[in-house]
């Protein structure tokens, strides 16, 4: 996590309260991509939260299941599900209230009204504030998607030939429609979120986590895409922040060769890929406003790549320790140094930031990438990157420091429903 606005002994914020909140909708409509996004999101604002999914229940109670088992004439496992959820619901429970924890997300399907309300009921009666988010899709394409989404990362269908995972999935889909009733009940807290994104509706909601709950829902979307990190280019003077200066002409060299390598390598890729998505998908530059990143991305813009300054993309200020080398710091700032060594995230040495004053001002560019549905390349300082970089894998804040990002190669991060996949392939 990072960016928290303050800690407590419990861990929670004062003013929030315990907070549930309960996925609604059929299969392949978003929901694991939902809560897994929006609990990166509340862990890396500082709040204790954790999913809690009916389907690894399932999974690591019953193993593989056959193909009735989510048939609604299937009393003996309607029953056997019940009992499953049920015992996620617990937990989660147990969890808000002993465990630590402010958020929690139950990730299921609950598509029936009463099963609903009896969540609604269960939590209430343990003060807890529940939200329910119906995730709704009306375009046979998003839905397809998605199956192709879950089929090749889902537990449920490793091994599985691919066309085969999808039939089945489309099955499980049509059993649950044969219950399934939209969220009607004005008296609930709920947001309907319609084809991830193209529309919110957002009923009864109040409190300060609730709100950041539904700004998050407004940037989200599961379009597949690709992010690439890449270090800016070096310096004539590295050691000096004030001087802003200019790319060295071992910088330039490197500016080309990351223009050359990215161009091609996704040309490689769209040719090799059987999704017209994925070819017709354009490439976004972003960079900071210092000379260093916007002349590392000039070989982008000769190439007629879009490229966009963030100044929020601006490294990490050193302050007084500007220019110094680590002996020299040692010697002028002796306690700063070890207090530098206990506390590497929230340390700030004298005029500078630190690495939580960094994450916080990076949160308007995490929204924006949220948001975007392009791929992306960010060329940035190191220390940016690794911000970054822990968000989108969930990194808790004492790793940020220490994150390795090497100007030696491009980092390519995938997101997906289960997680983001990285890889790191060698520019240099």
Same mark, same amino acid.
């Given at each position: 996590?990072?960016?928290?606005?303050?800690?407590?002994?419990?861990?929670?914020?004062?003013?929030?309260? =315990?907070?549930?909140?309960?996925?609604?909708?059929?299969?392949?409509?978003?929901?694991?991509? $939902?809560?897994?996004?929006?609990?990166?999101?509340?862990?890396?604002?500082?709040?204790?939260?954790?999913?809690?999914?009916? +389907?690894?229940?399932?999974?690591?109670?019953?193993?593989?299941?056959?193909?009735?088992?989510?048939?609604?004439?299937?009393?003996?496992?309607?029953?056997?599900?019940?009992?499953?959820?049920?015992?996620?619901?617990?937990?989660? %429970?147990?969890?808000?209230?002993?465990? @630590? +924890?402010?958020?929690? *997300?139950?990730?299921?399907?609950?598509?029936?009204?009463?099963?609903?309300?009896?969540?609604?009921?269960?939590?209430?009666?343990?003060?807890?504030?529940?939200?329910?988010?119906?995730?709704?899709?009306?375009?046979?394409?998003?839905?397809?998607?998605?199956?192709? /989404?879950?089929?090749?990362? /889902?537990?449920?269908?490793?091994?599985?030939?691919?066309?085969?995972?999808?039939?089945?999935?489309? #099955?499980?889909?049509?059993?649950?429609?044969? #219950?399934?009733?939209?969220?009607?009940?004005?008296?609930?807290?709920?947001?309907?979120?319609?084809?991830?994104?193209?529309?919110? %509706?957002? #009923?009864?909601?109040? @409190?300060?986590?609730? /709100?950041?709950?539904?700004?998050?829902?407004?940037?989200?979307?599961?379009?597949?895409?690709?992010?690439?990190?890449?270090?800016?280019?070096?310096?004539?003077?590295?050691?000096?922040?004030?001087?802003?200066?200019?790319?060295?002409?071992?910088?330039?060299?490197? =500016?080309?060769?990351?223009?050359?390598?990215?161009?091609?390598?996704?040309?490689?890729?769209?040719?090799?890929?059987?999704?017209?998505?994925?070819?017709?998908?354009? $490439?976004?530059?972003?960079?900071?406003?210092?000379?260093? @990143?916007?002349?590392?991305?000039?070989?982008?813009? #000769?190439?007629?790549?879009?490229?966009?300054?963030?100044?929020?993309?601006?490294?990490?200020n050193p302050g007084e320790v500007d220019g110094l080398t680590p002996e020299q710091i040692r010697e002028k700032f002796p306690?700063?140094?070890?207090?530098?060594?206990?506390?590497?995230?929230?340390?700030?040495?004298?005029?500078?930031?630190?690495?939580?004053?960094?994450?916080?001002?990076?949160?308007?560019?995490?929204?924006?990438?949220?948001?975007?549905?392009?791929?992306?390349?960010? *060329?940035?300082?190191?220390?940016?990157?690794?911000?970054?970089?822990?968000?989108?894998?969930?990194?808790?804040?004492?790793?940020?420091?220490?994150? /390795?990002?090497?100007?030696?190669?491009? *980092?390519?991060?995938?997101?997906?429903?289960? +997680?983001?996949?990285?890889?790191? *392939?060698?520019? $240099?």
């Amino acid at each position: 996590m990072a960016a928290q606005l303050y800690k407590t002994a419990s861990g929670r914020l004062f003013h929030a309260g =315990a907070v549930a909140i309960i996925t609604v909708g059929l299969p392949a409509r978003g929901k694991t991509h $939902l809560s897994r996004s929006l609990c990166r999101y509340m862990r890396w604002l500082g709040v204790s939260t954790k999913v809690f999914s009916v +389907g690894n229940y399932r999974r690591e109670r019953m193993g593989p299941v056959p193909n009735d088992y989510f048939d609604p004439t299937n009393h003996e496992a309607f029953e056997q599900r019940l009992h499953i959820a049920d015992e996620c619901l617990d937990d989660m %429970i147990e969890w808000l209230k002993t465990g @630590g +924890g402010q958020v929690s *997300i139950y990730d299921g399907n609950n598509v029936t009204e009463d099963r609903r309300r009896a969540i609604h009921d269960k939590l209430v009666a343990n003060d807890i504030h529940p939200l329910f988010i119906e995730s709704i899709c009306n375009k046979p394409e998003i839905v397809l998607a998605n199956i192709r /989404s879950v089929k090749i990362s /889902s537990p449920d269908y490793v091994g599985w030939d691919p066309e085969s995972a999808v039939v089945d999935y489309k #099955n499980r889909i049509e059993q649950h429609m044969a #219950n399934y009733e939209t969220i009607a009940d004005l008296t609930l807290p709920f947001v309907k979120l319609m084809n991830v994104g193209e529309q919110l %509706i957002v #009923n009864n909601v109040h @409190g300060y986590l609730q /709100s950041r709950v539904v700004y998050f829902l407004m940037n989200l979307h599961n379009r597949r895409r690709t992010i690439y990190f890449a270090r800016a280019g070096g310096s004539v003077s590295p050691s000096s922040f004030k001087d802003d200066a200019e790319l060295s002409p071992e910088g330039v060299e490197y =500016a080309q060769k990351l223009e050359e390598f990215v161009v091609s390598y996704r040309e490689q890729k769209q040719t090799g890929s059987g999704s017209t998505e994925d070819q017709e998908r354009q $490439l976004v530059v972003w960079t900071s406003a210092r000379k260093k @990143g916007r002349q590392t991305a000039i070989p982008f813009v #000769n190439a007629g790549i879009p490229v966009r300054q963030h100044s929020v993309l601006n490294q990490m200020n050193p302050g007084e320790v500007d220019g110094l080398t680590p002996e020299q710091i040692r010697e002028k700032f002796p306690e700063e140094v070890i207090s530098a060594r206990a506390n590497p995230y929230s340390h700030r040495y004298p005029r500078a930031e630190s690495y939580h004053d960094l994450a916080i001002r990076l949160e308007s560019v995490i929204m924006e990438l949220e948001r975007e549905k392009n791929d992306v390349l960010i *060329i940035a300082h190191d220390t940016v990157l690794r911000c970054l970089y822990a968000y989108l894998f969930d990194r808790p804040e004492s790793e940020i420091p220490t994150i /390795s990002i090497p100007r030696s190669c491009l *980092i390519e991060i995938t997101p997906t429903a289960y +997680g983001c996949r990285e890889s790191r *392939i060698d520019i $240099l």
